[in-house]
């Protein structure tokens, strides 16, 4: 098996605004191992359409594919401290 650099290990998604799934390249070793958890356990949604000594490429429904807001909520020393005793209380139950 080749070994890859770091920037070498990376992740293509591609999709279209017509068809209803995307394409999802990796040759990232640690992004495959999802891959592949995920289509084990969702064959119905993740399709291997590809495999080699160092990549996959799996076609996913469009829908799965997100973007996500980046978490800008400032936690004063009050509030971390009320969230670890309510994580604290739920942990013992």
Excluded: C, W
């Amino acid at each position: 098996m080749t070994e890859l650099t770091a920037i070498e290990q990376e992740v293509i998604i591609t999709y279209n605004r017509k068809e209803s799934f995307a394409d999802v390249y990796s040759a990232d070793p640690v992004t495959i191992r999802k891959l592949e958890k995920m289509a084990e356990k969702y064959p119905e949604h993740y399709k291997l359409k590809k495999k080699d000594d160092i990549s996959v490429t799996y076609e996913v429904p469009k829908k799965l594919i997100r973007f996500g807001a980046p978490n800008t909520k400032v936690y004063t020393e009050e509030e971390k401290d009320r969230l670890r005793k309510q994580l604290e209380q739920v942990r013992k139950k």
